[in-house]
């Protein structure tokens, strides 16, 4: 079983920041690439940022400049710095991760639960 456990997400003011981490533990044997999705109310959930193994990173366009994906590969985690929040990145948070299983040795792809934020005067 492999698990992904996000946390960080709240309420902030317009222009603040939040910093959100997603941690993986169980059978894995590698990862190759973690992500944050998000899902608005009423909209499909989309990529927001990814990073691989090598650190080679993406962005979606609305928030390039202002959210910062990192990893640290020995513990397993993914964080999403995200400063100047708007309102329109109200949304729940999800991580991603594209591994493979420890025990099969075998890709899967894993979601977590997901964490709400919230960009609010």
């Known amino acids: 079983q492999v698990q992904l456990v996000e946390s960080g997400g709240g309420l902030v003011q317009p222009g603040g920041s939040l910093r959100l981490s997603c941690a993986a533990s169980?059978?894995?044997?590698?990862?190759?690439?973690m992500g944050w999705y998000r899902q608005a109310p009423g909209k499909q959930r989309e990529l927001v940022a990814g990073?691989?193994?090598?650190?080679?990173?993406n962005y979606a366009d609305s928030v390039k400049g202002r959210f910062t994906i990192s990893r640290d590969n020995a513990k397993n985690t993914v964080y999403l710095q995200m400063n100047s929040l708007k309102p329109e990145d109200t949304a729940v948070y999800y991580c991603?991760?594209?591994?493979?299983?420890?025990?099969?040795?075998?890709?899967?792809?894993?979601w977590g639960q997901g964490t709400q934020v919230t960009v609010s005067s």
């Open positions: 990073i691989t193994s090598g650190g080679s990173t």
């Open positions: 169980g059978s894995i044997f590698s990862i190759y690439r």
């Open positions: 991603n991760a594209d591994l493979v299983v420890l025990t099969t040795l075998r890709p899967g792809y894993y």
